[in-house]
């Protein structure tokens, strides 16, 4: 069987969880016996074609004259992600092709009905969703363009049953088209040698948070949170890793605290440091007011570690409350220091938490696990491609 | 021969009368056409010559000409598709402007045959659609402008292969 998959994202270009996803996949997919070419955008530190464990990854161009704005720009590199696909699959199309999020669309519409070979399309979030509504003129367009894809897909991939409803609300799709697949996360093994000491001191539990400095990821509600614990107590440092707008802003509030060596805000860190530090940390805190999947939570479980996490989105589905994780209400600042203070003061509620989330992680969120789903979907799809009449041949 | 004939409007702009009145001619010279374009809804008109297939462009919404003449790739590919898997395939593609000039160079790229580009201007550079206009003529393999100016302009400043432009009185 023979994959094209398409994404804007992918090693070394990561922006958001995307490129992860479309890594892990791809690479357990490879394992399977799976012939996938991963399709995506060039960057500067990576060569234009290459095999990656198994993997054929070719990568496009993405500017050849200017563009004026970044939605501009996505639809320029679309030219060149489809030339590139119609100069390397032209005299040998996939079977299947295999679309991450809208800004691959125009690409991946093509190449079906040029091809006549089925699209699979995965959501991993929406317009909608990221906003709260639709209000411009440039969300109306992309709300557009994702309800295209999905009208276009033979079938939806979602990562909770969160997104489900919201992609069967924002898109009117037959819920029977959508499939619920979670995410999955290769372990994380980091090295502990000299990293805590960069940190914190060996005195102090290190509260970790992980994600894009936005509202929507709650790094704000942490900082209120950390406010009140900090207040009751001092052996606590809170590390903030990720960047975005709320960054610069939440610096200059930690800067105008009596206590300003108690925050600690990264900004991007490679991953080989990040692993580390989700390795020393005492536990980790996702406080999201919206949330499609968390994958960050499972790269904390699966380092081992307790996560305290908003009860919202796909947070909601992957913690089970006292079991793997604790859970507390979105934007609750109060409920959440009280979260933070009671794994602080408990080590044996922190070890018990952390390895029954590894647990969970191993069991069903491996990408081995996720995998096997996606090629039974796979396998499903062809077979009812193979008894239908759309099919690339001339009447 | 059998042409394949895409255009953004038919009928309805000087571009597209001019695509009406070529394809009438064509008819009248006993070659083979398919006419792809954009339509308010999708609709087909088959079982004569010309074949006609009218694609509604998906998203409606647009925050400038390259984000509506891009994202409706996938609406001509679906034109496309139906001209050559029902109605058969195509020794040329005629593409009338530089937003049909794309999915004309597409076609191509994946079934062949040669592209012809009829272009009432040339934008130049400096405008925001240049780059994808230039793109559209250097990948055809003709290109029919209306001046003698339009072809400096797609040789000077596209670089375009000035033996494969043919200056026409009527071509815009």
């Known amino acids: 069987m023979r994959v094209l998959m398409l994404s804007w994202e992918y090693p070394p270009r990561i922006v958001g969880g995307l490129a992860r996803h479309v890594d892990g996949l791809s690479r357990a997919l490879s394992s399977m016996g799976v012939e996938v070419t991963v ?53 040998r199309p996939p079977d299947i092709i295999h679309a991450h999020d809208w800004l691959v669309a125009p690409t991946a519409i093509t190449l079906k009905h040029l091809f006549r070979r089925p699209l699979l399309v995965t959501i991993h979030s929406t317009e909608v969703g990221r906003h709260g509504g639709i209000r411009s003129k440039l969300q109306r367009h992309i709300h557009g363009m994702e309800w295209w894809l999905t009208f276009e897909a033979w079938r939806v991939i979602v990562c909770s049953s969160f997104m489900k409803r919201e992609v069967l609300d924002a898109f009117g799709l037959p819920g029977d088209k959508v499939d619920i697949l979670p995410n999955a996360v290769t372990p994380l093994r980091g090295d502990l040698r000299d990293v805590r000491g960069r940190y914190a001191e060996d005195w102090e539990h290190i509260v970790l948070f992980v994600g894009r400095m936005v509202p929507e990821k709650g790094p704000q509600v942490l900082f209120e949170a950390a406010k009140r614990v900090l207040a009751r107590r001092g052996d606590v440092k809170f590390i903030f890793v990720g960047d975005g707008p709320l960054r610069e802003e939440l610096l200059r509030k930690a800067e105008a605290t009596s206590i300003p060596e108690k925050f600690y805000f990264t900004g991007f860190i490679p991953d080989e440091e990040l692993k580390s530090l989700y390795a020393v940390c005492d536990l980790a805190v996702f406080p999201s007011l919206y949330e499609p999947f968390g994958i960050v939570a499972l790269e904390a479980m699966s380092a081992g570690k307790p996560v305290v996490v908003s009860d919202v989105g796909g947070f909601s589905e992957i913690v089970e409350d006292g079991v793997t994780g604790l859970k507390v209400r979105p934007g609750d600042a109060e409920q959440l220091s009280s979260a933070i203070e009671l794994l602080v003061g408990n080590p044996e509620l922190r070890r018990s938490l952390g390895e029954a989330g590894m647990r969970a992680v191993g069991e069903r969120f491996s990408w081995k696990v996720v995998a096997g789903r996606v090629l039974k979907i796979y396998r499903a799809v062809l077979s009812e491609y193979e008894r239908g009449d759309w099919k690339p041949v001339t009447s | 021969m059998k042409i394949l004939v895409l255009t953004w409007d038919y009928g309805e702009t000087p571009l597209g009368k001019k695509a009406l009145r070529d394809v009438d001619k064509l008819v009248e010279r006993g070659h083979q056409v398919c006419v792809v374009h954009m339509a308010v809804l999708d609709y087909e008109k088959t079982g004569s010559n010309p074949t006609v297939y009218g694609v509604a462009q998906s998203v409606k919404e647009h925050v400038n000409e390259v984000t509506s003449a891009i994202s409706a790739l996938g609406d001509w590919a679906r034109g496309i598709s139906k001209a050559v898997y029902e109605w058969g395939g195509f020794d040329a593609v005629h593409a009338y402007g530089w ?39 250097k990948n055809s393999d003709v290109i029919l402008v209306p001046s003698r100016e339009a072809k400096r302009a797609l040789v000077e400043e596209y670089g375009v292969n000035r033996r494969k432009v043919w200056v026409m009185g009527d071509a815009g």
């Open chain 1, 39 to 91: 399709l995506t955008v060039e960057h500067p530190e990576a060569p234009r074609s290459e095999v990656v464990n198994g993997v054929r990854v070719v990568r496009c161009d993405s500017f050849r004259f200017p563009s004026p704005d970044f939605i501009s720009w996505v639809h320029q590199f679309n030219v060149w992600m489809l030339e590139e696909a119609l100069r390397t699959s032209s005299e």
């Open chain 2, 99 to 137: 937003r049909a000039g794309l999915p004309a160079v597409m076609a191509k790229m994946a079934f062949g045959g040669t592209v012809m580009l009829t272009l009432d201007g040339v934008k130049g550079v400096e405008d925001p659609v240049g780059g994808f206009e230039r793109y559209a003529a």
